[in-house]
């Protein structure tokens, strides 16, 4: 790499230097833009992933010898010997199955209304997106309240309820209603996907929507027609990256219920992280990271290889 | 931005070839007044649900702590005191926790923001061989979840002997971040190369084009990428939380924590100390808001 180091040869000769690689200075010189980037992709992601993936197949403490185990730890992760981790992977799908559609659908009402010519838009935006941009923790401690059996939550449905001669629900406190008290609260925080849809909404030309007006159709027909296919690659966006993260899920159950009651709030990433930093189990942590990547992983190409039926791009359209 | 917003109509009615204006029958302006207040409506409710909890935030670190669990509860303090935040400021290593935010903000803002503009800029202005390979792989990093990773990262910064610092959570921002390259690398392809060329010709080098051509016509993407970078990093949980045990030590966003597990729940400082954390980026985000959703509109991060 040490040519590269040239500064700056005479412009009549500049393109005609080569480096050790054969690339031009230009060629180089784009490189290096990219260089910061590259190394800490070596450093911080590649060499720690495959790093995490040799230590799946070990028994480590951190201190001490690591101990090759094989596929042991697969073995009970995956055959159910590993209860917890079995009730784990349930509570994850539990809380992904109603927490990403809610959050989308919710979002998407949202910005459609937020996409009006209103007054005070302003307050409006940013009393939505403000949950999402409240740290996890003030949050969790806020909802931790809010989900109290004498909380604000149930301050509210008691009115709908005591009529009917029942109370609101303990929350936290149940094995049956921790979980959806949860997701819930998750629901608070659609700020980021509504700005996404804000954006996608911003981004159909005002000429599709003259167009169908002109052929008569009305606020569903337009809806219908030209706002939900044009929203389709946002719509797509905002669900991979819904299940990516969803999956991930740790500040609010480690916050608000700890895991529990008995278990039933306890997720992946919360049982990842009692096993590396708790029972410092590297070895056993590092494996249920890979069956989470695995998990991702497969949900994502799913959802690549679907979209094709019905993600809709604009660009591929004129091209054709 | 309120008072240049009077209509909810999209465009003019549509002219008819004579050039006389189409008249919007009475039953559709009626229809859309309806729509109208009805999405005002809703507006009003929605917003008004998602601000409870907040204003019963608010309200909570103004109460003294016997008052907190009355039945009815108290909409109002009654008494209304600022001593918790005095509390709050007193018990817990709360203004070292402020300096490590601002400090881990400013790196990362330093880092992230800058590097990312760079790369962003190699990616969408410069060729080289393997660009296009290396840009898939980026977009690749996007995918691959974080905490994967965790236990490693600790394992290296631990034989580095970084733990308990703000180093393991900062030093890898300075090599860029894979969502803002891709973001901003979105938002420079959409510019004429012409303008580059006409730089060079003049006889810019690649830094000058980026310096006085890109960046200039790409504010509105840059502002969105560091207003999340500074959101980000404000509220920064996992890693800052795995890596740092020492409470003098922590961020603001895991800080807060600490006045539950020290002091049982004392809820009235932690209420104080929430807004405290919210503050900065609630203003933050009402004075750029607009910029912001235009930003994202524009960089196309939809395809």
Not at chain 1, 42 to 68: D, Y
Not at chain 1, 133 to 142: H, N
Not at chain 2, 117 to 127: D, N, P, Y
Not at chain 2, 262 to 278: D, H, K, P
Request: aromatic fraction near 16%.
């Amino acid at each position: 790499m040490g040519v590269t180091g040239v500064a700056g040869p005479p412009t009549g000769i500049k393109q005609a230097r080569r480096n050790a690689f054969g690339w031009t200075w230009k060629e180089t010189q784009g490189f290096l833009f990219v260089l910061p980037w590259l190394v800490g992709f070596v450093l911080f992601t590649a060499g720690p992933f495959f790093f995490s993936f040799f230590l799946s197949f070990t028994s480590w403490r951190l201190v001490g010898e690591i101990k090759w185990l094989g596929l042991e730890n697969y073995v009970s992760l995956i055959s159910g010997d590993d209860t917890r981790f079995v009730q784990s992977v349930y509570n994850t799908v539990y809380y992904v199955v109603f927490h990403v559609p809610g959050v989308l659908i919710l979002s998407f009402a949202i910005a459609g209304l937020l996409n009006r010519k209103v007054k005070a838009m302003a307050f409006y935006r940013t009393a939505f997106y403000l949950p999402s941009i409240t740290a996890g923790v003030a949050t969790a401690v806020l909802w931790y309240w809010v989900l109290q059996p004498e909380g604000l939550l149930n301050n509210f449905l008691n009115v709908f309820l005591k009529p009917l001669g029942v109370a609101g629900p303990n929350w936290l406190g149940s094995t049956t209603w921790a979980m959806p008290g949860l997701i819930i609260m998750s629901f608070w925080t659609v700020g980021t996907t509504m700005i996404l849809y804000l954006a996608g909404f911003q981004g159909i030309p005002q000429h599709l929507y003259e167009a169908a007006e002109i052929d008569g159709a009305g606020w569903l027909g337009k809806v219908r027609n030209v706002t939900l296919p044009m929203m389709t690659p946002t719509i797509f966006l905002t669900l991979v990256l819904g299940i990516i993260g969803s999956f991930q899920v740790f500040t609010a159950a480690l916050i608000v219920t700890e895991g529990g009651p008995a278990d039933a709030t306890l997720f992946l990433l919360l049982y990842l992280y009692w096993n590396g930093f708790r029972f410092f189990k590297m070895g056993y942590a590092s494996a249920i990271a890979w069956i989470l990547f695995a998990i991702i992983l497969f949900m994502t190409v799913v959802q690549f290889a679907v979209a094709k039926r019905w993600v809709y791009y604009e660009g591929e359209r004129s091209a054709r | 931005m309120a008072n240049q917003t009077v209509t909810v109509e999209p465009a003019a009615p549509p002219r008819l070839a004579g050039g006389r204006r189409l008249r919007t029958p009475i039953g559709v302006r009626s229809a859309r007044g309806g729509l109208r207040l009805l999405t005002y409506l809703v507006l009003l409710f929605g917003s008004f649900v998602y601000a409870i909890p907040f204003l019963w935030m608010i309200r909570t670190s103004f109460m003294r702590l016997d008052k907190l669990f009355e039945d009815p509860p108290q909409i109002w303090p009654d008494p209304f005191i600022f001593q918790n935040y005095v509390d709050m400021w007193e018990t817990g290593p709360f203004a070292n926790w402020i300096v490590n935010s601002v400090y881990l903000v400013l790196l990362g803002m330093a880092g992230q923001t800058l590097i990312s503009i760079l790369v962003a800029f190699g990616f969408a202005r410069t060729q080289f061989p393997g660009r296009n390979q290396l840009f898939i792989l980026i977009l690749a990093t996007m995918m691959l979840p974080g905490h994967v990773t965790i236990v490693p990262k600790f394992v290296m910064f631990k034989q580095l002997g970084w733990l308990d610092s703000i180093w393991p959570v900062a030093v890898p921002d300075l090599f860029g971040s894979a969502f803002y390259i891709f973001i901003l690398r979105q938002f420079f392809m959409t510019l004429p190369l012409e303008l580059d060329e006409a730089a060079e010709i003049d006889g810019a080098n690649l830094l000058q084009v980026l310096m006085r051509v890109i960046i200039p016509l790409s504010k509105p993407a840059v502002a969105t990428v560091a207003v999340f970078n500074f959101i980000g990093k404000w509220n920064e949980f996992f890693e800052p939380f795995v890596f740092i045990q020492t409470p003098e030590k922590l961020t603001l966003a895991v800080g807060i924590r600490w006045f539950r597990t020290q002091y049982g729940t004392e809820f009235q400082m932690l209420m104080a100390a929430s807004i405290v954390s919210v503050a900065p980026v609630t203003v933050e985000i009402y004075f750029a808001q607009k910029q912001f959703v235009r930003g994202i509109a524009l960089t196309g991060i939809k395809s």
